[in-house]
């Protein structure tokens, strides 16, 4: 895992210092009236002098990015079809990726793999042998039981942890609410959020023209048996509402949502995240 | 709703098989472990209710397909036109051909069996209340059964069991106009069960007389290449009156009918009722053969003949009885005036010598004079020689009575000859140059027993230039046909020196005979019982004349006892005519009856005539067998055989070629049909509506198009 990382984010950081060098300020943001309080050495004697006014500039506050990466662990992760690399599998990879991408830079990362039956949590670092541990984390974590993203979410917000990106990586097939919930908080208190979804092939296509008994990977127990001719039209409906709804509603709060099924190359996802991002001006 | 493969309604249970297989692939599962509950359950619960009503819609839908698909090959049909009439009452018209030629085909394969089996099984597809008619034809239409409503279907059979064919023939071209305002209207059925003789069918075709375009139905024709048929027209003895020990010629006349030639039919003859003699007969198509047969009847009495044609389709024409009286001997008696010399001196001679000669006795007279009384010998002529005054009862026993042409002819001799042809005698008038014409022209003529005046009696010159020959040919009595063949000798090179010329013959006298100058030789004339025949010559024992050739014995034998038959009533007699017997009743006679093939005598009541009795016994048109007059005694019976016969115009079974059924079915626009499931198919195409193909196939396509509508896959 740490080597595809490396491969994957070897490609990417030419692009990414590139576009941090050209044209833009790492210092000064902007200029601001004087006001009772502000420190002198900041006023902007030049820009007074021409405007007949105290003008104090504003730097950006030089702190190191902390990235946290939360993991969806739940069983639902597991669903594989076609010999295509699971939704757990292509989720690590990218958090694989975007670790190693983050410790590059010197910035902080940290994971989170939830699931209801255990989460496994790697605090926030930017020590460079930190993505071993990542890396443990992840390999050493199986995909179980049901979903428990919003009490992972929760955690971060209970820690207090430095405002930063998170990044959720899930399938997004349980109720949205608590994680809307959670999530809504996080970007509440200046967490820049993003959603990246893993999509199943056959989850998404629903190949089947017969009776099947559908088990649910979660919630052992839990069957449907049913004729899938009847369902197929409803459940792509349901099923591309879901991801509709869940992309206008990371639009409305400004979250950046990234959704690509299992048989799609994670480098490619994650190039044309990371450019349009870069695009954009944002950092990783 | 109605079927016409009703066997594969049995496959309905295959109209269950979405239900199976539903089941099947229920229980037959593929079993996946899923990540995305979530979305399925959402999916679940939006559409639970509609999953369990489109799962049944969809089931049903498919089961009626499928079942669709079974009615398909079961090929439904409608019963609306039943329906339709159903108010009007359906009404079934029968019309059953009964004639002779419905028995042709192999034993129990005839056509008439055949109908039977159609009519069997048409009577079963009836309703119970509809309306029915039985018209059986024979020669005339007989409504048997006439609008009467079908409620038992067993006695309805055993009506139809009753119909049995008969001998004689349909014409239709003459039955359908009298039949044909029962044989359409509203609701009716006309089923018309016949074969295609085209002779029965011959005229139909003709303007009005089927009424063009009233009849439609059906016609079963219940022919099956079996049209080859042989007939026997008839079988009649040469003389309805034989000798025991003698021959009697049978002339038996068959025809072939068919249209390829058939060969070694065997025919045989019964005597009695016992084999006697057989013999192959071949025969051309339309061909037409006389055979005659020798029959020796051993015991006097009354016997009859039977001849049987073998190997043929047609069994009812194949037989034909002929019955015979014999005699112990013909008696015969001359009459002459004694010590003449003349025609019949050597005639006399000649007739003794034939007695002997045929009984075998050569050189030994057992001829009787006057003097010494009937004669009694046992051969199968018996001569007696009258001469001088008669006695009361000299006449009584003979047969034959010969007149000579020089006999003094008294009113009282012609009044004791007709009382002895009135009794049922024969005499042969013999008139030579000797002959007073004028008083026999005036006394015979009184007495009616003349059948031609005399005009004159020739006599020329032994072996001279002028005389009278007999041809070979047509002879008119059967009996004399003989001479028509060299067997029996060849009575054309007979020469006859002496003759007589006779006038136009009296009304009910016949010229049985012509010289070859077309001039009568022998004028019959009949009073029955009796018969008088008229001779121009023959009986002279001039040389060169008929009785002085040994070969002419036969045509003397035959001569005589044709003659002598006068007294015995034809034992041949046509159907549709009466039967006549005449007898002399016995000391303890009781009554008459006739039997006709065993049946139940019908007792006769005779009527009494000059030395005898006469009874009358009708026979009815189309009846042939062998019949019986009984003579009822106190002790015992005596029959009398009379054979029953008669033209069979059914027996030419050559069947309509394809031109004429065209003709005849522009007035009687029939449905043709050859069995029952012919006709039944006719029937439920026409009788129950069309078939519901086209409602099966929207059935089909209605499911395919829900299940398209459903978005769903065919199993």
Partial sequence: ??????????????????????????????????????????????????????????????????????????????????GLPGKYRQGARIAACLGYLVLKERDAVGLSVTSSAATAWVPVSSRPNHMLQILQTLAGTQAQAQDSLADGLRVILDRHETRGIVVVVTDLMYDPDPVRLELGRLHAQGHEVL?????????????????????????????????????????????????????????????????????????????????????????? | MMFLQPGLLWALPFALAPLVIYFLMRYRSLRVAWGANYVLERALARLQKKVYLEQILLIVLRTLAALAIVLAFARPVSRQK????????????????????????????????????????????????????????????????????????????????????????????????????????????LVLISDDQAIAWEGVEKPGVAGVGALSGYWVNTARADYEN????????????????????????????????????????LRDGAFYARELVSLLPGQSRTLSFDVIFDEPGSHYATVRLG??????????????????????????????????????????????????????????????????????????????????????????????????????????????????????????????????????????????????????????????????????????RIFETDEEGDIGHVRFYSWCEFGKPNTGAQVVKTFADRTPFLVRQDDRPGAVLLLAGGLSGGAGNLMAREFCLPYLMRLLTDAASGAVLPRVVVNGEAANLFFRPPPDFKGAAFQLDAGLPVGLTPSRVKAGMIATAPVPAGVWGLGAFLVLR??????????????????????????????????????????????????????IGGEYHHWVILALLACLVGEMVLERRFI
């Fill in chain 2, 82 to 189: 039943s329906a339709a009439t159903a108010n009007a009452g359906v009404h079934h018209v029968l019309v059953v051909d009964r004639s002779a030629s419905m028995q042709a085909g192999e034993p129990g394969n005839t056509r008439w069996d055949r109908a039977q089996e159609v009519l069997s099984r048409y009577v079963a597809s009836w309703g119970r209340g509809e309306r029915w008619s039985l018209c059986v034809v024979g020669e005339k239409p007989v409504w048997q059964v006439d609008g009467e409503t079908h409620l038992d279907p067993a006695r309805t059979k055993a009506i139809l069991n009753g119909v049995k064919p008969g001998e004689g023939m349909v014409s239709w071209a003459r039955t359908l106009p009298l039949i044909r305002d029962k044989l359409s209207g509203p609701g009716v059925e």
């Fill in chain 1, 1 to 82: 895992m740490e080597l595809l990382a490396r491969r994957m984010v070897s490609g990417l950081r030419h692009g990414l210092h590139r576009s941090r060098m050209v044209g833009i300020s790492t210092d000064f943001n902007h200029h601001k009236l004087y006001a009772t309080g502000d420190a002198l050495k900041h006023i902007d004697w030049k820009a007074s002098a021409r405007h007949d006014r105290f003008y104090v500039k504003r730097y950006i506050e030089d702190r190191s990015l902390a990235v946290r990466i939360v993991l969806d662990g739940s069983a639902s992760m597991l669903q594989a079809s076609g």
């Fill in chain 2, 311 to 480: 190997k043929d389709m047609l069994g009812s024409d194949n037989m034909a009885y002929a019955g015979i009286d014999i005699r112990p001997a013909v008696k015969v008696v001359l009459l002459r005036d004694p010590g003449r010399s003349g025609k019949f001196d050597s005639a006399w001679p000649l007739l003794e010598l034939s007695a002997r000669a045929l009984r075998g006795e050569a050189g030994k007279s057992r001829v009787s004079r006057d003097s010494q009384g009937p004669s009694m010998g046992a051969g199968p002529i018996m001569p007696q020689l009258k001469e001088g005054e008669l006695r009361d009862g000299y006449l009584a026993g003979a047969d034959v009575v010969v007149l000579d042409g020089g006999r003094t002819l008294t009113p009282e001799l012609g009044g004791m000859l007709r009382d002895y042809v009135s009794s049922g005698g024969a005499l042969i008038l013999a008139p030579d140059g000797a002959t007073d014409i004028q008083s026999w022209n005036r006394i015979l003529a009184e007495k009616r027993l003349l059948p031609a005046p005399l005009i004159r009696c020739r006599t020329e010159r032994l072996a001279g230039d002028r005389f009278q020959t007999l041809t070979r040919s047509d002879w008119p009595l059967s009996a004399m």
């Fill in chain 2, 634 to 687: 106190e002790r015992g019976v005596n029959r009398v055989w009379v054979g029953v016969q008669g033209e069979r115009e059914d027996s030419d079974l050559r069947p309509l070629n394809q031109d004429g059924k065209k003709r005849i079915k522009l007035p009687c626009p029939l449905v043709e049909v050859n069995d029952w499931p012919q006709l039944e198919e006719q029937l439920k195409a026409v009788r």
């Fill in chain 2, 230 to 269: 042989s007939a026997v027209l008839q079988a009649r003895f040469g003389s309805s009156l034989g000798v025991a020990g003698q021959p009697c010629r049978i002339y038996i006349e068959v025809r072939h009918y068919g249209s390829e030639p058939v060969e070694g039919l065997p025919l045989e003859v």
């Fill in chain 1, 195 to 284: 959603l990246i979804q893993a999509r199943d092939v056959m989850e998404e296509d629903f190949p089947f023209n017969r009776w099947v008994q559908f088990s649910d990977l979660e919630n052992k127990g839990v069957q449907h048996r049913l004729d899938a001719v009847l369902l197929k039209r409803i459940y792509r409906e349901e099923y591309q509402a879901l991801l509709l709804d869940w992309r206008v509603w990371a639009r409305k709060f400004g979250m950046h949502y990234v959704s690509f099924r299992n048989e799609e190359d994670a480098v490619a996802v994650l190039t044309s995240y990371l450019a349009v991002r870069a695009r954009m001006g944002r950092e990783i």
